[in-house]
């Protein structure tokens, strides 16, 4: 379907929602040509090769006003520590640690001194957590929404890079932690849900701001378990479709093995949402989605990462389904975030 | 008066337009702190130590709608060679080469294709010009301005840095070329200003963009016969206190040495503004403002570097003058462009 959309033929007053985000990508990476860096547009992150035992990391992620968060929602400390986290998972998704960060900012001149001081309180937490040092960046004013664009700079020995294409009909999939949480967090926000029980609450609090899953990526990276990665920030099933469709293999997801916390069951259960259509679509979740062989499963275990195993990778014609809780096999569609 | 405002007696409630973009600048380099970085924030580019010959630099720009630019008076083509210019600039200014690029970019649903088409036609032919390769970016949706935020990494071999902070007292003060350019676009195109002479126009149609010096930078850092260097990218006149400063100087600029093209002149005295207002305070010009010595200066010139004098590097305690035209010295205050 992406060939044809990008095709030449394709005319010339449509608007961009008519490619989607992932066709607009593949039109870009065709304008820009191929490239002499190992991996270009189309991974988690850009991988340069450069002299020596490590490549060069760059991935940028852009957070804007009422589209990433709304102010008041989100804490200025908040937006400036997520703007860090999900650019640290792209970092982990090729098994790599961030090192530097550039932060671009675009803001209203009528903001105030301490909406700057609180963000930037956030990136720096974020960063010195991760070992990251702001070295640079860009302020500009705009008459529009607040803009946060980091950039993050990272390193992973060249032994260890972990692609999207890594995928092996056998492998497990699995996840290195729970889905759904930051969907059903954002949609209990959006109902006016609150919580009485203070485990609700503290999850609430916790699951608020991502955390990269760097120390995971790095393991699995480092002890060359990890056929394939990606970090999972549209959401599982189309963070699983883009896997897939790079390592030419398809999925069998497991519904019942679908980690699921006791706040997103608390969530769907009230708004009367599926819990596993949270964890499929839900996106924002930043976790890793990782194939691994049987045995290298226990590996990972004995280095101290827990990974859910949530289903397998099958052959391609297969195409990607779940086997659903009665038993039944659903294809599952890409239905995550998008932004056209 | 930055130390004073930066202070944290500051009020909570102000905003930041009372602390302006360089007070801002000063207050977030201390919430992120000292980098292990050779030079962080307050250069063109962050300067990052590496195992090997060469240091990695990283700078990163923002383009914002009704900001920096205008949809329709700047093309989308236009604008894509303008965000790689204005990086490729930055790199330049510390003697440096561009290499890689990541675009990070914010679109309204309904912004046509053709629009991205061109645009990254601009990206990539820009990119090109100066071995640059596209590796990565990011999309997302704005309800809002159009934001085009590029990234750029380079490369400078490790006895070839030059920075702001080189400047001797006695170095003559050069530029790459004219100056004012455009800010008398900009403003004629403000004032509905047309030209009818052909060599005007074309003047117009060559310096719509700027093309960022990095041949210059790089044959003038190789040869080591630059103290400091920056880019003019906020006007000569705050760019040279930023000089200044970071190399505690001061400057006497000679205004009958200021180099103004003939499109520049004309501008000015159609618009009824001194030539010499424009290319003190415009910006954009991404010409190089470099310190040399009057030796070096011939040096330069036998390496195929055309460098203008425009004045001197003098003890600090004089401050930053012009000797005008009619022989008074006038200081020259920062007045070029900022965002708050």
Known sequence: VEAI????????????????????????????GASAAVVGIG????VIDRPGDSYLLATVDMLVEDVHFRTGRTSPEQLG??????????????????????????LRPQTEVTFVDDLFAGIQAAAAGHGVQ?????????????????TLLGAVPKEDLVTRR???????????????????????GDAGLRADDPAIQEWMRKRAVPRARVAEGRALASAHVAGAMIDISDGLSSDLSHLCDASEVGALIDETSLPLSLGTRWA?????????????????????????SETDLLEA?????????????????????????????VEIQASGWTHF
């Open 301 to 329: 275990r004995q280095l101290g990462v827990t990974l859910c195993p949530i289903g397998r990778v099958v052959p391609r014609a297969e195409g990607i389904n779940l086997r659903s809780t009665d038993g039944r096999r």
């Open 5 to 32: 959309a990008v095709s030449d033929q394709h005319p010339p007053t449509s608007s961009i929602t008519s490619l989607g985000e992932f066709g607009l990508i593949e039109r870009i990476s065709r304008i820009v």
């Open 134 to 150: 702001v070295v640079g960046g860009n302020l500009t004013r705009i008459d529009g929404p607040v803009v946060v664009d980091a």
């Open 268 to 292: 769907a259960e009230n708004m009367h949402v599926a819990a596993t259509d949270l964890a499929l679509a839900g996106g924002e979740d930043y976790e890793l989605l990782v194939t691994i």
């Open 81 to 106: 520590r997520r703007a860090i986290e999900i650019n640290a998972s792209d970092i982990a998704a090729m098994g790599g640690s961030p090192g530097y960060a550039l932060v671009s900012l675009a």
């Open 43 to 46: 991974d988690d992150a850009a």
């Open 166 to 188: 890594g995928a092996r009909v056998g492998d497990v999939l699995a996840v290195t932690g729970t889905l759904g949480d930051a969907a059903a967090i954002r949609r209990a």
